[in-house]
């Protein structure tokens, strides 16, 4: 029988382990026993010889061991990846009542590093995104296919980070049926179309459900800005909401038009729909004059990878928020995003502020904002917690 690959840590690099967080760098790695493939389970020790657990094995990436399992007695086969799927979905059941599109399986913070399972409907999208994740994808699928009502399990594995994995694209039918173009879901009393062959991640923002919502009640009798608007979530729910007026600004053409599917589906007109830039159109709009907004909402796209990267997004962000502060009318409320997990809380809060300054606003948090349940953040793993948001009203 060939030996179990063990990867040992150099002296002093288990504590984070020991604190059960699950990642283990190129850099914390003494030595590799054996030959283990890439995505294969390798046993993982302190230099002293400590058992520490068990973990997927990516030689191309900085994160050379995703940890499975902390316990040295549990073998990671079928079995202990499928009962990790289950229990997942089961810790999302008090959201039926809600929805019937959710995260079902929340990479690390789920214990299952790299995979990614949502719900929609009927259909469940799975995003693999190690080496780790990538070797149990049968597995994975027999799991996911098998839970109740699901007919189908479409695969989205097309994210650039798999590439530093050294893994290359994947998409398409992994079980049961094909998903139809538009899958029709239903969150808080609204309906959304969802296109999850080829829309942004597995097809919708789930993560925002609950901020949604936050906006709907923020909405009545208010004209609202949504920018950065995709598929027009927040659109939909300003208008379900009671707002007077909704303009919906995204560059994305095939997104806008799904945009004004989903108003329609949810009884509100979608003529005001505007395909463009959104820096370049919150500049138009405040050289405008005139042009005001008792409510916006800025969710734009992920703006930093890296922490290389931070700088030039903070420098976006504020750009963005700048110009949102010189569109509010008195007493106008800004819902604004950032999903960039480089760029925490504090330094979002303090790029507002600076935003808020340079526009001569006065301004005041009257909420925070985050991640939807279904998006837990392991008290282990805070890097999950990547989603953050602000309710400012100006003066």
């Known amino acids: 029988m060939t030996p179990e690959p063990v990867i040992t840590v150099r002296p002093g690099r288990e504590r984070s382990v020991l604190r059960r967080h699950p990642w283990v760098f190129g850099g914390s790695v003494q030595r590799v026993t054996g030959d283990p493939a890439a995505g294969e389970t390798v046993r993982v020790l302190a230099a002293d010889g400590r058992p520490l657990g068990r973990g997927a094995y990516s030689p191309q990436s900085q994160l050379v061991v995703r940890m499975w399992t902390f316990d040295d007695d549990v073998v990671v086969d079928d079995a202990f990846v499928a009962a990790r799927i289950v229990a997942s979905a089961e810790r999302r059941r008090d959201l039926a009542a809600r929805t019937d599109a959710a995260r079902v399986v929340f990479a690390e913070s789920d214990g299952m590093p790299g995979v990614i399972v949502d719900r929609y409907g009927d259909w469940a999208v799975v995003e693999l995104t190690s080496a780790g994740a990538d070797r149990w994808r049968e597995t994975i699928a027999d799991a996911v296919v098998a839970l109740p009502g699901v007919r189908g399990v479409y695969e989205r594995s097309d994210v650039a980070m798999r590439e530093r994995e050294g893994l290359t694209a994947r998409t398409g039918v992994l ?107 919150l500049r138009r709009l405040r050289a405008a004059h005139g042009e005001r907004f008792d409510l916006i909402v800025l969710d734009p796209p992920k703006l930093a990878n890296n922490a290389a990267q931070v700088d030039k997004a903070t420098r976006a962000y504020k750009d963005a928020n700048l110009q949102a502060f010189g569109l509010l009318a008195p007493g106008g409320m800004l819902v604004t995003f950032s999903c960039s997990g480089a760029i925490d809380e504090a330094l979002f809060q303090k790029v507002v502020f600076g935003a808020a300054l340079d526009a001569k606003r006065d301004a005041w948090i009257i909420g925070k904002l985050t991640q939807a349940s279904d998006h837990p953040v392991a008290l282990t793993f805070p890097e999950a917690a990547y989603l953050k948001g602000l309710v400012v009203r100006v003066a």
């Open 175 to 281: 079980r049961g049926d094909e998903p139809p173009e538009r899958i029709e879901i239903h969150e808080d009393g609204r309906v959304h179309l969802v296109d999850v062959r080829a829309g942004h991640k597995t097809g919708f923002y789930l993560d925002q459900r609950d901020n949604r919502s936050t906006v709907a009640s923020l909405a009545r009798d208010r004209r609202v800005l949504d920018v950065f608007a995709y598929t027009g979530g927040f659109s939909v729910a300003a208008h379900v909401g009671g707002a007077s007026s909704v303009t919906t600004v995204d560059s994305s053409g095939p997104a806008l038009t799904l945009a004004a599917e989903n108003l329609r589906r949810n009884g509100a007109p979608a003529d005001g729909l505007v395909e463009a830039d959104a820096f370049s159109e």
